[in-house]
């Protein structure tokens, strides 16, 4: 019987009895639907309580919604400047200092787009040529495969390993060289909730002067640090003038539909970006960048609340997954947690997330995926704990009924 979870290229659609192979671009054609879009699609048709995709179950704050009603409401509804209205602008440059201690000019160095994600695909498709060598740390959001494939990037994995998924430094040492153009990092990170320390970020930060290497540094969990301070690398000695750092609204606000981002970069580097941005999304929702905009200046009060609500969901979640039986790895920040789910006895994370969502009626993500070598996440799935008490609840008490050793 075919796995409900597709790990492979899309199948051949059969319309009115003819049968049409599907038609993708080759450097794409090794991707399927995202396993995001898929888990989700599963959660609906069997009733399962959705702990896999990283969207908030619960709204935004009433502050933010209230600006981006009146900003629709004042008329601005019109294209935006392409590279963002001057006001989010400013406020992503305020953040940014108040956060890194960086002064950054917000008319050339802040471009305003599509989510973080846009801005990782602008970053990728604006400063990246065919050929170029890019590396990565697994596992890794699934994006940064793809948008780099359509880059025609030449792509390298470090795989960052439990219980604490440090960073294997000599590794990274016997990898990086003068053909590195650049390395993706995220902190804290999605999936495993890793937090790269200073010391790790030090050692990054001396490599890619050394070697002359970018760094594209996803930052879109920056207000989800519980164990440590969130550090920018961009604001470590010399790192600014090589530094993309890319960060969104949606995930701080729970406004993940808005889809708020920006990328803040020196000019030279910026101009890369806002050529790709220009050609793939032009610009972004006007009403919501005033609404961003007013989100980012509230006080620090807002971030220290929601960090506390964010504790105490994940200890409900880790209490949880323990007291079912799984090996809960560490995590520092993001609102996710990534554990070892062998002592249930399947053969890898697919066949596992299947049985948990079919039998159990509890969505995970198998995190093989994010993975260049599947195998290196074969024992590892992630759940993430951004929904309210009694959904957290209710999958603990699913799992622990039917969930058996």
Partial sequence: MASAISTTPEEPITKNGVQHPVQVAKRLEKFKTTIFTQMSMLAIKHGAINLGQGFPNFDGPEFVKEAAIQAIKQGKNQYARGYGVPDLNSAVAARFKKDSGLVVDPEKEVTITSGCTEAIAATMLGLINPGDEVILFAPFYDSYEATLSMAGANIK???????????????LKSIISKDTRAILLNTPHNPTGKMFSREELETIASLCIENDVLVFSDEVYDKLAFEADHISIASLPGMYERTVTMNSLGKTFSV?????????APPHLTWGVRQAHSYLTFATSTPMQFAAAEALRTSETYYDEMRKDYMHKKAILVEGLNSVG???HPSSGTYFVIVDHTPFGFENDIAFCEYLIKEVGVVAIP???????????????????CKDEDTLRAAVERMKAKLKK
């Fill in 157 to 171: 994995s470090i795989t960052l390993r439990p219980p604490n998924f440090s960073v294997p430094i000599d590794e």
């Fill in 326 to 328: 799984f090996v809960v």
């Fill in 256 to 264: 993940t539909g808005w889809k708020i981002g920006w990328a803040i």
């Fill in 367 to 385: 995190t093989s995926v994010f993975y260049l070598n599947p195998e290196d996440g074969k024992n590892l799935v992630r759940f993430t704990f």
